[in-house]
């Protein structure tokens, strides 16, 4: 009996003896949890600062903001607010000025809610284009998904000189014709595109060029499905100089020469 009571006693001793460890808060983001340690010591993220007090065996934890992280933040958001001022469309990537209905001149012409865009995702244009937005939109989708990237390896695209938008006129200007898209503000013309080297690639000389034809044939292509119809060099003689891009749209999808 008294060997047992010897055992019971040691391991009664040797539990009461263990691992000297207790629970050490750690901050993840704002909350505090606890892990098993020896000290306290708050886990904090990256972009703020910590201070640490021990008062009446308690913990108290102030979080100071990163001065860094708190300016660069400051400058994305004045960024952001100077170009929304200039925003159409409900879009940033488009940038212009919203000027209301255009009235007709002549009988199916004139646009309800025009814009005057500038530029688009970046790219300037070499003259504010008078359109709707969901040309503005097809003309961002385009810019975005195929123009930028075709010229990627030759510099990145800069501008684009247009040579036509919005205009009260009959198609190709024929008498007696059809009213243009580009009289309901639905079409834009581009006849050249412009670098970031200082280069300018003509729709009229690059289209066939060695240097250009596989890039101005990707920029062709990919305007139809943003736009419903695409005319370029191999659509007839009023187009050897410019593409014509209008968002008009057909049962058979888009119209693309």
């Not at 300037?124 to 990237?149: F, H, N, Y």
Request: glycine letters at 10%; one cysteine or more; hydrophobic letters at 40%.
């Amino acid at each position: 009996m008294i060997r047992w009571a010897c055992i019971c006693l040691l391991l009664s001793g040797a539990a009461v003896a263990g691992p000297d460890r207790s629970l050490r808060p750690v901050l993840r983001g704002h909350i505090l949890t606890l892990e098993a340690s020896g000290s306290i010591r708050p886990n904090l993220r990256a972009d703020v600062a910590e201070t640490v007090i021990t008062r009446d065996n308690g913990i108290v934890v102030s979080l100071r903001p990163n001065l860094r992280s708190r300016r660069v933040e400051k400058q994305a958001q004045t960024q952001r607010a100077l170009l929304a001022k200039g925003a159409v469309c409900g879009d940033i990537a488009i940038q212009g000025k919203a000027i209301g209905r255009v009235k007709p001149k002549l009988r199916g012409c004139g646009v309800d809610n025009a814009v005057q865009v500038e530029s688009v995702s970046g790219v300037r244009l070499s003259q504010a284009a008078v359109m709707d937005c969901t040309t503005a939109t097809a003309l961002k989708g385009w810019i975005e998904g195929s123009a930028k990237p075709a010229f990627a390896k030759k510099g990145g695209l800069r501008g684009l000189r247009v040579a036509a938008h919005y205009a009260c006129r009959t198609r190709n200007n024929l008498p007696g014709g059809k009213i243009s898209e580009h009289g309901r503000g639905r079409a834009i013309d581009i006849s050249a595109f412009q670098l970031h080297s200082g280069a300018e690639v003509t729709v009229l000389n690059g289209w066939n060029a060695a240097r250009s034809r596989k890039a101005m044939r990707r920029v062709h292509k990919g305007a139809c499905g943003p736009f419903g119809t695409v005319l370029g060099p191999n659509a007839d003689r009023f187009h050897q100089d410019h593409f014509h891009f209008d968002t008009a749209r057909y049962r058979n999808g888009s119209y693309c020469r």
